[in-house]
């Protein structure tokens, strides 16, 4: 089964930790062994993701309305579900919590 492989693949295969639960998001923190870590969600922040994600000086990122592998559609330009919100509400990238600690939120 797939759930099988996931749970025995989670530490080896990047794919099966590429969900964050934004309605238990404590049991993604504690869980996840490459998602939480590369977004730099963690309380022990890594200065060195934090180094390189302000020296880029331009990126293109892609989103489609037809998409059926990123949910939401939104997490291609970095977007993502409001923690703890049951409704789903889209945060965009400007407003995360991620970008506003980098300190590059201009609203």
Same mark, same amino acid.
């Given at each position: 089964?797939?759930?099988?492989?996931?749970?025995?693949?989670?530490?080896?295969?990047?794919?099966?930790? /590429?969900?964050?639960?934004?309605?238990?998001?404590?049991? *993604?923190?504690?869980? !996840?062994? /490459?998602?939480?870590? #590369?977004?730099?969600?963690? %309380?022990?922040?890594?200065?060195? /993701?934090?180094?390189?994600?302000? !020296?880029?000086?331009? #990126?293109? #990122?892609?989103? !489609?309305?037809?998409?059926?592998? #990123?949910?939401?559609?939104?997490?291609?330009?970095?977007?993502? /579900?409001?923690?703890?919100?049951? %409704?789903?509400?889209?945060?965009?990238?400007?407003?995360?919590?991620? *970008?506003?600690?980098?300190?590059?939120?201009?609203?």
């Amino acid at each position: 089964p797939v759930w099988l492989a996931m749970c025995c693949m989670k530490h080896d295969a990047s794919f099966a930790q /590429y969900w964050k639960d934004p309605l238990d998001y404590s049991k *993604y923190l504690a869980q !996840s062994v /490459y998602l939480a870590d #590369l977004n730099n969600e963690r %309380a022990q922040k890594n200065a060195t /993701y934090k180094e390189r994600i302000l !020296s880029v000086d331009s #990126l293109t #990122l892609v989103q !489609s309305s037809a998409d059926k592998i #990123l949910v939401p559609r939104e997490t291609g330009w970095w977007g993502f /579900y409001k923690i703890g919100d049951p %409704a789903l509400s889209i945060v965009p990238l400007e407003r995360t919590q991620q *970008y506003t600690e980098v300190g590059r939120c201009a609203t």
